[in-house]
């Protein structure tokens, strides 16, 4: 689930999600994007874009360590 949070100092809304296990060794630290909007409800309709973005990072580095499972399976 992802959820909206305001960071000190910023009007905009923002989203941070950490990384399934199974890819946090290639990309490092959380997930994080601003909705680029001050207002909680136009916030929330830019969430369906945001979240494919980040399935988007996750499947990237799941087909990279499969990949690499592949490439190593072959020597």
């Known amino acids: 689930m992802f959820k909206l949070t ?4 910023s009007a ?9 296990q199974d890819v946090a ?12 909007e001050g207002d909680k409800r136009r916030a ?6 945001i979240a ?4 988007a990072r996750v499947k990237a580095a799941r087909d990279r360590l499969a990949d690499n499972t ?3 399976l072959r020597v």
Do not use: I
């Open 12 to 20: 905009n809304w923002q989203v941070r999600k950490r990384w399934p």
């Open 70 to 72: 592949q490439r190593d």
């Open 52 to 55: 494919a973005a980040y399935l």
């Open 6 to 9: 305001r960071r000190s100092g």
């Open 25 to 36: 060794s290639l990309l490092t630290g959380e997930f994080t994007a601003s909705t680029g």
């Open 44 to 49: 929330q309709e830019r969430l369906p874009m």
